[in-house]
């Protein structure tokens, strides 16, 4: 059974960082691109980033410059640094074994707020 656990949510103010981190269980981690999505209050899930197993990396609109997907195999870990975080940024983050999310974990809410 594939599970997908996240972490390291906050409530944070704008321009600043955090580091979400995923931990992936029941499938061969290391073979699979794994993906952020987010999905703010009243939106649908957003894809974020993509990393591949190796490491290569892809952000998508706003997250572009801004986040960072990055992966420890040997951990089973999935991570994404967020600097200069915007209001906009905003939602429940999820991690997740597909890019439409239907496989995905719990969720860790970022807020980004004054």
């Known amino acids: 059974e594939v599970q997908l656990v996240e972490s390291g949510g906050a409530l944070v103010q704008p321009g600043g960082s955090l580091r979400l981190s995923c931990v992936a269980s029941g499938f061969t981690f290391s073979q699979y691109a794994m993906f952020w999505l987010r999905q703010a209050p009243g939106k649908g899930l957003e894809l974020v980033s993509t990393i591949s197993p190796n490491g290569d990396t892809w952000n998508v609109g706003s997250a572009k410059g801004r986040f960072t997907a990055s992966r420890d195999n040997a951990k089973n870990t999935l991570y994404l640094q967020l600097n200069n975080l915007e209001i906009e940024d905003t939602a429940t983050y999820y991690c997740?074994?597909?890019?439409?999310?239907?496989?995905r974990g719990q969720g860790t809410q970022i807020t980004v707020s004054s």
């Open positions: 997740a074994k597909d890019s439409s999310g239907r496989q």
